[in-house]
């Protein structure tokens, strides 16, 4: 059997994919090596792909963009540095896979390099070139979510490629039952920075109720008592695991966490490309997993928004978890790299 790495790259806009893939390396016994921005020690750390203004919003401003890529800035010197350690790392390491958590640009490069790929495929309405491309060069595709989510406007082939492996998530020793009543608001990395005026207004119309929020967030002028804003934290699941009720995006990661500890949900997708958190908002309402709101509601409102989504039944929420899932994953991937022709290793 291969014992040949498993590389795992690792895309930075955003707090779920780190997450993901820290998760998936943990249950692998070391086969996974993540590659990546900002990575640093934990795995091979990555040149900045990003523009000089710091913002990643997949524009490159070139005018002569290939049509099965994304994202290709003419003359960028993080990107022919980036480029450049990936390729090696696969020549002198051979990976038997390589996991795309997510690019198209690196899952080309990697095809390229005669390396099969697992993408690793959000939801949303991905049927553009680029995508499309890319699912069509992968051998597999992950979905970190239940097939109940699914966007409808997934091509059939793509839905028969892929292997839905929800509960991706780290692993959990227990839950944590809060002793008082709390709200829980989670501000992700992805989007903007919480409202701190907005927040102080709602945990002054619901008194009854702690409201703690993690995240970027700003200071409100005058925080009522029970509104505490935490910034980041180390361990977010259990800040989940001990709310009462949580209130957050439509993120991947968000609502696999939530879900694992069947906490009440109020969503409020935020925009991303290809609708991905408007499409598993609207699917999560659809089957009764969430309250899906579209934007942040009037102060005076919540506390019917709270009892509403406290009225929920849980089962919905359950059947969107499956145990495990990070390890699941990590055994399906490594099924996977040992399929890998064996003359290949004679050969070398």
Request: hydrophobic fraction near 45%; charge should be negative.
């Amino acid at each position: 059997m291969s014992s040949r790495p498993i590389g795992y790259y690792v895309h930075h806009h955003g707090a779920g994919h780190l997450a993901r893939a820290r998760a998936i390396a943990s249950a692998s016994g070391g086969r996974v090596v993540l590659l990546g921005t900002g990575i640093g020690a934990q795995g091979i750390d990555l040149a900045d792909d990003r523009l000089d203004t710091g913002a990643f919003d997949g524009a490159d401003e070139s005018d002569c963009r290939p049509g099965s890529l994304h994202y290709a800035p003419i003359d960028h010197e993080g990107i022919r540095s980036r480029v450049a350690t990936i390729a090696q790392w696969i020549d002198m390491h051979r990976p038997a896979l390589m996991v795309i958590d997510v690019s198209v640009e690196v899952a080309m490069l990697a095809r390229l390099a005669s390396v099969p790929i697992v993408y690793v495929r959000l939801n949303g309405d991905r049927t553009d070139g680029p995508h499309l491309e890319a699912f069509k060069g992968a051998t597999a595709l992950l979905a970190p979510f239940h097939r109940d989510i699914e966007a409808a406007s997934t091509p059939s082939w793509v839905v028969e490629k892929t292997r839905y492996l929800p509960g991706v998530t780290p692993a959990r020793t227990m839950t944590v039952n809060g002793v008082d009543p709390i709200i829980l608001v989670v501000v992700g990395r992805g989007g903007k920075a919480g409202d701190g005026e907005a927040l102080a207004q709602a945990a002054r119309h619901c008194p009854q109720w702690r409201w703690r929020v993690i995240g970027p967030c700003s200071t409100p002028h005058d925080p009522p008592a029970n509104l505490e804003i935490l910034g980041w934290v180390e361990d977010a699941d259990r800040e989940i695991a001990r709310a009462t009720l949580v209130v957050g995006a439509a993120g991947d990661g968000l609502v696999s966490s939530v879900m694992a500890v069947d906490r009440p949900f109020v969503c409020i997708p935020q925009e991303r490309p290809y609708a991905e958190q408007r499409m598993t908002a609207q699917r999560l309402g659809e089957i009764g997993a969430a309250l899906v709101l579209d934007r942040w509601p009037e102060p005076e409102r919540w506390s019917g928004h709270i009892m509403d989504a406290l009225a929920l039944p849980s089962r919905a929420r359950r059947k969107l978890h499956v145990p495990d899932g990070a390890r699941l994953a990590a055994q399906w991937l490594g099924s996977m790299a040992d399929a890998v022709d064996p003359a290949q290793e004679k050969a070398a």
